[in-house]
Structures are given as structure tokens and as C-alpha cells.
């Protein structure tokens, strides 16, 4: 019902709770400590708010009276070091870095170039994940609209069913790895990437991992944006639909296994 419920749970016990017209984000709030204050980041309904997580109340310091109006269905991200809140926005499709204490915008950089879409949708909806020591972000993109025809965007679709890596050093994108050119099977990136290093035959590798609809887990490096593993191209059979152009091919993840087996 759209509640918001701040829960003791050692005691059992409810400590507040909000009633909303609007709806919560699906995917997350986050909370955080600073200089000794307990802090709530809950986005809901066309905007984003700083809550005092001990009581429920509005940080009216934060915005306009403890709100900014940008909206996101995944959780925000705090760097406390940078003194700065990173909200992606699935409306307009890009990525905001705010001000932590008083919510002014510091800078906006967009996930798609109006030149290379001639599509909608790509929305950022699964989740973000964030390298803290390198300030990258790295953000899955949902498929090209509409999910199922697409003889009105033809070619690849840039950046849709894709993750782009953003430097928030330089606020720029700086490397995109499309999973699924012109997709046709809403096959859109719908897990959220996660970070890790591992050991391949002596040498590290700081990777980045998305687990697909396709049931491959894509392993990328992290700074590149290449693959660890070798990927080959597939040929797809022609599209049966009227003026459906297709792309000729798609990628064939050759390790590490499938999770599950779905064939073009």
C-alpha cells in the first residue's frame, strides 16, 4: 500500500512509518551515516528524498524542503568521500550527481546521443553498480521500444540491452558493451552487475559481471569494457515479419557456461 516502515528489529518493534500516494522505487533505497547523523535516500513517485532515518522526517536543508525532483526506479548511490549522491534517472534517461547536503545539481551526463536513437526505451531499471575507488558506474540498459517489432528503429540500437561504464572523475562514458544488437526478444539486461577481482592463471583481472536473460554471465573488464573470455558471432535467420530487418548476427558467450540454454 505504498507504506514506508522503519523496523527495530533486535526489539521488535516499529519505529515510524509513512503513508504515500506514490509508489516507492521498485529497486531500492539506500541509507548512510555521516559525521555522526543517520540519513534515508528513498526516491518515490517524480522525486528523490533525504529523510532522517531515526525519525521519518524531511532534511528541508536537502532541495526544495528535503526533496530534488529526479526520479529513479534503482537505488541511489552515496560517495561520502566525493560529498555526492549519483541518481539515475529512467525518465530522461541519464545519469545526475548531486550535492549530498543541499541537493544541487553538480552535473547530468546522458546515457544515449539524441543522433544515435531512433528508438525509445534503453531504460536503467536493473540496478547500478559502483566502483568506489575509480568513481566508474556501471549501468545496465533495458531493450529498445517496442521490445518485439522493430521495423520503425532499424539497425543496432545503440546502447539499449547494453551496460555503460560512466567515469564520474570525468563525467563521461567511457566504454558500452551492447549484449543484444536490434533486439527483437526483450532480452534487455535485467540483473544488476556486480564487481569483484579474480586470479586467472597467476594475473588479476577487475571485472564487471552481468548475469542475462540468456543465462550467460557476461565478464567484462572493468576499466575496457572487453571481454575476459573469448565470445563468438552467430548467424540469425532472416525475419519473417514484413520490413523487420534484423541484425545478421549475435554474440555466443563461450564461457563461463550457461546458467540456462535459450537459442535464437
Not at 118 to 132: K, L, M, R
Not at 172 to 186: G, P, S
Request: aromatic fraction near 10%.
Amino acid at each position: 500500500d505504498w507504506k514506508i516502515i522503519c523496523i527495530d528489529i533486535e526489539n521488535k518493534k516499529i519505529l515510524w512509518e509513512l503513508d504515500s500516494v506514490f509508489p516507492p522505487s521498485r529497486r531500492g533505497i539506500i541509507a548512510y551515516t555521516k559525521n555522526g547523523s543517520d540519513f534515508l535516500i528513498l526516491p518515490l513517485g517524480a522525486k528523490t528524498y533525504k529523510l532522517d532515518l531515526n525519525t521519518g522526517k524531511r532534511v528541508k536543508t536537502f532541495g526544495n524542503d528535503g526533496s530534488v525532483n529526479l526520479t529513479t526506479i534503482t537505488s541511489p548511490i552515496v560517495d561520502i568521500e566525493k560529498n555526492i549522491l549519483i541518481i539515475t534517472q529512467h525518465t530522461n534517461k541519464a545519469v545526475y550527481k548531486v550535492n549530498l547536503d543541499n541537493g544541487k545539481i553538480i552535473k547530468s551526463i546522458a546515457l544515449f546521443e539524441a543522433k544515435d536513437r531512433n528508438f525509445v526505451g534503453g531504460t536503467p531499471w536493473a540496478g547500478t553498480a559502483y566502483d568506489e575507488v575509480n568513481k566508474i558506474i556501471y549501468i545496465p540498459t533495458g531493450n529498445p521500444q517496442p521490445s518485439l517489432y522493430g521495423v520503425k528503429r532499424p539497425g543496432i540500437n545503440l546502447r539499449s540491452s547494453s551496460i555503460i561504464a560512466i567515469d564520474l572523475n570525468k563525467d563521461k562514458i567511457i566504454w558500452t558493451f551492447q549484449d543484444v544488437f536490434h533486439d527483437l526478444w526483450d532480452y534487455d539486461l535485467a540483473f544488476p552487475p556486480f564487481l569483484d577481482d579474480i586470479i586467472i592463471e597467476g594475473k588479476k583481472y577487475s571485472i564487471v559481471v552481468l548475469v542475462s536473460k540468456t543465462g550467460n554471465a557476461i565478464t567484462l573488464d572493468r576499466f575496457s569494457g572487453l571481454p575476459l573470455f573469448d565470445i563468438e558471432f552467430i548467424d540469425v535467420e532472416k525475419s519473417s515479419v514484413d520490413g523487420e530487418k534484423n541484425f545478421d548476427f549475435q554474440r555466443k558467450y563461450l564461457l563461463p557456461e550457461r546458467l540456462s540454454k535459450i537459442e535464437y
